[in-house]
């Protein structure tokens, strides 16, 4: 194979192979890559030199680049089945046919994106967690086309890199989100009959999750969270629901923290309960007192259906991934762990 080269479209570069991105917009990215590894330096996770040259190895583009000497390249544009169609279909006519190709969606099932790029069996899913440059855990996606040389090509990447990676099979949310969006949804509908949001999230804190649930959905984002819900629910009518509570927030213009306001409000160095979000409430009923026990199940029962439908091999590669992936309290376990 050729020079190993991993290609990426970024998400402010949504099309950047079919149209010219700003030079403001390529400087910010740089910026941004430049602040995590000087983090990354402060905390003594790589070396000065380390840093550099890892800086050295990214060349931020606008325009078309040659592609036919790159092994493996990961898209991660925004969650638009259209737009990723178009950029795989311009990446697959112009780089090598044994080129791998990646998506980095996160709920969208990658099978989709089949018909747009010759030779299927050289597509895959690389689901990273955000903040990557933190998260160990990468989704490996197969699909129903996908080669055992390119499944193993995707692996040996993500090992490469640093990180943990754990082979699901193609389906709406994968595995993680798919395991934890019930959850959220059923948190921020507590909050929405009534409950408090403080209270919602304390009781998974005292569960051992490293966040509360509704602290969760700021930091994912909401139109992110609501755009993952809203592929699960079309999947899965008969239990996954779009949070009405999340829809009225992004009406009022709240994103989470990204956009300063959620569920709670991020202008000091501790986030405190954002007044507004409480008179978009319907109801005036407390969170119940088994709330741990009521938010749990749905991810222990989300994870039993996963393992019957062989979204993963076994339980221990899903009490892992929830456990790396979300922060699932280990001494738990993991969802299937914790409900036997």
């Not at 090598?96 to 980095?104: K, Q, S």
């Not at 989100?177 to 948190?187: D, Q």
Request: with cysteine.
């Amino acid at each position: 194979m050729g020079s190993g080269i991993a290609y990426w479209l970024s998400s402010r570069g949504i099309e950047t192979t079919l149209q010219d991105i700003s030079a403001e917009a390529l400087a910010h990215g740089m910026n941004s890559i430049s602040d995590l590894y000087a983090d990354a330096v402060k905390h003594h996770v790589l070396s000065e030199i380390e840093a550099a040259r890892g800086m050295d190895c990214i060349h931020p583009a606008s325009g078309e680049i040659p592609l036919h000497n790159c092994d493996l390249i990961i898209e991660a544009a925004v969650e638009e089945l259209s737009i990723k169609k178009k950029i795989f279909a311009d990446l697959a006519a112009r780089c090598r046919p044994d080129t791998v190709l990646a998506t980095n969606t996160s709920a969208l099932p990658i099978a989709d994106l089949a018909a747009s790029v010759p030779h299927p069996e050289r597509l895959v899913g690389l689901h990273f967690f955000n903040p990557v440059h933190r998260m160990q855990l990468v989704e490996v996606v197969r699909t129903s086309s996908t080669s055992d040389e390119t499944l193993a090509t995707a692996v040996a990447f993500v090992r490469e890199i640093g990180k943990l990676p754990v082979v699901v099979n193609d389906s709406p949310g994968f595995l993680v989100n798919r395991i934890l969006m019930p959850y959220l949804v059923e948190a921020a509908c507590l909050f929405e009959r009534g409950g408090d949001p403080e209270d919602i999230d304390q009781a998974m804190l005292d569960f051992g999750m490293p966040m509360g649930p509704l602290r969760l959905l700021d930091e994912v984002g909401l139109d992110v969270a609501m755009h993952v819900a809203r592929t699960l629910a079309a999947a899965f009518p008969d239990r996954m629901r779009l949070p009405g509570i999340v829809g009225k927030l992004l009406e009022a213009g709240h994103t989470g923290r990204k956009g300063g306001s959620g569920f709670y409000v991020y202008d000091n160095a501790s986030p405190a309960v954002n007044a507004e979000v409480i008179g978009f409430r319907t109801g005036t009923e407390d969170a119940p007192e088994d709330t741990q026990q009521v938010l749990s199940a749905l991810m222990a029962s989300e994870a039993q259906l996963c393992l019957d439908e062989g979204i993963a091999e076994t339980a221990e590669d899903i009490d892992l991934a929830m456990v790396m992936g979300t922060g699932y309290p280990p001494f738990r376990g993991g969802p299937l762990t914790n409900n036997h």
